[in-house]
């Protein structure tokens, strides 16, 4: 992936995780990889505020079922079991991936919560009403043009309440910054690839505005957050 690129306009190429017909150690160890550049960008942030503020708005329940789409290992729940606790609520998580892989890996990350469970499917085949809040964390991106809104109005069909988005703030800081990071803590073919390209294939205002137009949702809201983040609340009508 080349250090320099244009980024007016979203990436349009796929990225190597887009492709299911690889897989294998490559796709396990960049799973691994991918929680130390989430830890690294404060990647569990966005979410956690998107969900705390559409917990509030549902009038602060004490029991909450989340359902993350795209989780990959799942790692960012982590900080959602540490909210739930201090907040005393009952918190049950289903984390949901296409690839085996990223089901294995967060089957073994969380082996010992009983609050977690995983489910590999995709979300266009999750039932209605499947969890009171679906969220989606750098997962969207993957998407544009109709296909996004296709796959957020799948999103907002599974939830009870409404989805949190998580995903990357398209920038040259945050580019570069994700640029050279993966290339200091991996070898890894898809985290040196799909790292720089997830920012190149993320958002700013504009693209947010484009997705709330096509959804036809005014009560749509996004915020920047750190570390070049955006947290996205579409609250279910």
Partial sequence: ?????PLSMRAQEEELMDDFSLGGNDLSEALKHLRRLNKLFAAPGPTLAGVDQLWK?????????????GAGSGDINRKLIRWSERKGIRLTITLVDLTEEACEEARRLFCREPRV????????DLPEASADIVTGSQFVHHFDGEQLAEIVSHMLRASIHG???NDIHRHRVSYTAVWLATRLISRNR??????????????????????KRRLDHETMTYEWRPLFRYSVIIPKI
């Fill in 190 to 211: 898809y985290i040196r690839h799909d790292g720089p390209l997830s920012v190149a294939k993320g958002f700013n205002g504009s693209d947010w505005e484009e997705l």
């Fill in 57 to 69: 708005r549902i009038g602060s329940p004490g029991s909450l079922s989340i359902l993350d789409v």
């Fill in 1 to 5: 992936m080349s250090f320099f690129r």
């Fill in 117 to 124: 469970r995983v489910q590999r499917a995709d979300v266009r």
């Fill in 163 to 165: 989805v949190v988005i």
